[in-house]
């Protein structure tokens, strides 16, 4: 920090607090692509419009891909560990007007997906929880009201108490925060284990006898598991043989949700063991962790439920639903519900994985709150957005912005938007911010080669800054994503002529609104110019 620069910081302490563990940020970046939800909403409509995919596979491909997005990020927040690590590093590197246009970009994805993930209380959380005990209880009347609820206004007020909800948790701080996040982790993976249990002990004819006597009542089918994958066949679903080319354009499907396990670079400020490498090994832990337990799910469920099956269940519900028949969605909770006699296994699993929704939920929230935190630290906006509370060390100004705005991105979500629509939206935005990331892990040696020297992030391979093949192998991944993100409809990118312009039109703007703060702040005798040739206070 330059004598100069200190004459224009807003204060000489942040006021935020390192209190978030070594497990605790392990367990939040698995949180963007936390298991239940990919597995249960998310991943297996894939084989049945991508003929040839296979998810195992790429989800490794996905695994490997994200360690290196993950160490871009990781390894130059190892440098400056700060809140909004991300924006500091690029805004200190590259240049300030790019710092702030990616970081905007990024809260721009973030807020995207708390309106979607809001949405989701109801569509991933309540409405197929009692779905799945109506169903499997032979309830009509919950199977009614899961259906009532999730639909406007009901959607729409528990998504309202929600946010409330998520909002007065930040609020109480980040330990209180990451002591709410690891009961509802341990709560939510409780039902994926209880699951797995169930597909290991049963074999596949027993799973198509269960799955019968479960759904031929409803379908007055002889054999519903047979007919689903008949009408699949005869209503157009291709097969073909697993191919290279098949599986490709599912990595970037898999990578929406799957490359973020570099999430907790928000609060990089905020956790503990700051000068070692803890935090960045948090980050491929996750990664790592997360893809194995969703890569062994998956291939339980293949062994017992069938892929083929799979496939053609989740094809004939959304382009045949007359002929469907069930009185829920093919959800990973019901296909593994309906093996167990009883209630109370199928009551575990619907409750458990309601846990699963406040988790991805309040991540959202996060990033973009620490967002607004450091430009406003960076005199960047009003002084007022930093304030931190002096009991819980929360930024509560920022937090009511955020609440406020994620409100409206929410009622979007409600009554306009598609929900893969959104989800891939916030992808390409991120695959954005991603790319810009990846060239600031290229330059940071060579441009802060001082920094880069005395920090734990001087890894080399053969003499090449590990940031730097990071920062490529980012960059080569990303460009791809977005890539089928614009050229494949079946990702669900309806007019990617204008996603692409909103993407770019965010980072202008960002960049404009820079240059007009730098001027309003020289008017005012602040010479912001100079916060920039150093890294924030603690």
């Known amino acids: 920090m330059t004598e100069k620069s200190e004459t224009f910081l807003l204060r000489k302490a942040t006021g935020l607090v390192r209190e978030a563990g070594f497990w605790d940020t392990v367990v939040y970046n698995m949180l963007p692509a936390a298991p239940g939800v990919v597995l249960a909403y998310y991943v297996f409509w894939l084989p049945g419009s991508f003929p040839g995919s296979s998810i195992p596979w790429a989800m490794v491909a996905a695994c490997l891909a994200t360690l290196f997005i993950s160490s871009s990020f990781g390894l130059v927040a190892l440098a400056m560990p700060r809140t909004a690590g991300d924006y500091v590093a690029t805004s200190r590197i590259l240049h300030p007007a790019v710092g702030l246009a990616s970081s905007l970009l990024l809260s721009f994805s973030s807020i995207l997906s708390v309106g979607y993930w809001t949405l989701a209380w109801t569509t991933a959380a309540f409405t197929p929880a009692l779905s799945v005990i109506g169903s499997t209880t032979g309830n009509r009347g919950l199977i009614d009201?899961?259906?009532?609820?999730?639909?406007?206004?009901?959607?729409?007020?528990?998504?309202?108490?929600?946010?409330?909800?998520?909002?007065?948790?930040?609020?109480?701080?980040?330990?209180?925060l990451m002591r709410f996040q690891n009961i509802l982790y341990i709560i939510a993976m409780v039902g994926l284990v209880v699951m797995a249990v169930v597909l290991i002990a049963t074999p596949?004819?027993?799973?198509?006898?269960?799955?019968?006597?479960?759904?031929?009542?409803?379908?007055?089918?002889?054999?519903?598991?047979?007919?689903?994958?008949?009408?699949?066949a005869k209503?157009?679903?291709?097969?073909?043989?697993?191919?290279?080319s098949g599986t490709l354009p599912i990595f970037a499907a898999i990578m929406t949700m799957g490359m973020w396990s570099w999430w907790s670079v928000a609060f990089a400020g905020e956790v503990k063991g700051t000068g070692t490498r803890r935090h960045w090994y948090s980050m491929l832990v996750a990664n790592v962790v997360n893809y194995a337990i969703m890569i062994i799910l998956v291939l339980l469920l293949y062994r017992t439920v069938g892929e083929d099956f799979i496939g053609a269940v989740n094809y004939v519900s959304a382009a045949a639903p007359d002929k469907y028949g069930l009185p829920m969605a093919p959800m990973l909770p019901l296909l593994v519900s309906i093996i167990p006699k009883g209630v109370f296994i199928p009551l575990l699993i619907a409750i458990t994985f309601i846990a699963w929704t406040p988790l991805v939920h309040f991540i959202q929230m996060v990033q973009p709150i620490r967002a607004l935190f450091a430009w406003s630290f960076d005199r960047l906006l009003?002084?007022?957005?930093?304030?931190?509370?002096?009991?819980?060390?929360?930024?509560?100004?920022?937090?009511i912005i955020v609440t406020v705005i994620g409100v409206g991105f929410f009622a979007w979500s409600v009554w306009a938007a598609s929900?893969?629509?959104?989800?891939?939206?916030?992808?390409?935005?991120?695959?954005?911010?991603?790319?810009?990331?990846?060239?600031?892990?290229?330059?940071?040696?060579?441009?802060?080669?001082?920094?880069?020297?005395?920090?734990?992030?001087?890894?080399?391979?053969?003499?090449?800054?590990?940031?730097?093949?990071?920062?490529?192998?980012?960059?080569?991944?990303?460009?791809?994503?977005?890539?089928?993100?614009?050229?494949?409809?079946?990702?669900?990118?309806?007019?990617?002529?204008?996603?692409?312009?909103?993407?770019?039109?965010?980072l202008v703007v960002g960049a404009i609104y820079y240059f007009i703060a730098r001027a309003i702040r020289a008017r005012q005798g602040i010479e912001i110019d100079y916060l920039f040739k150093s890294v924030p206070p603690e």
């Open 145 to 176: 009201l899961a259906g009532k609820l999730a639909t406007p206004p009901w959607n729409f007020i528990i998504g309202v108490v929600a946010i409330a909800a998520v909002s007065y948790m930040m609020a109480l701080g980040m330990r209180k």
């Open 204 to 232: 596949r004819e027993t799973y198509i006898a269960r799955f019968n006597e479960f759904a031929n009542p409803i379908t007055q089918q002889a054999d519903t598991y047979r007919f689903y994958i008949d009408e699949a």
């Open 235 to 244: 209503g157009g679903m291709v097969t073909a043989p697993v191919s290279f």
């Open 382 to 399: 009003p002084a007022k957005v930093a304030e931190v509370d002096e009991r819980t060390h929360a930024p509560l100004v920022a937090i």
């Open 419 to 506: 929900f893969f629509t959104a989800l891939v939206l916030a992808g390409l935005a991120g695959a954005g911010v991603m790319i810009i990331m990846g060239i600031t892990a290229i330059a940071f040696p060579y441009k802060n080669r001082q920094l880069y020297e005395s920090s734990p992030a001087k890894i080399e391979v053969l003499g090449v800054p590990l940031s730097v093949i990071a920062g490529v192998v980012t960059i080569l991944a990303e460009v791809l994503i977005a890539y089928f993100y614009v050229t494949d409809s079946r990702l669900g990118l309806g007019n990617p002529g204008a996603a692409v312009a909103l993407t770019v039109g965010i």
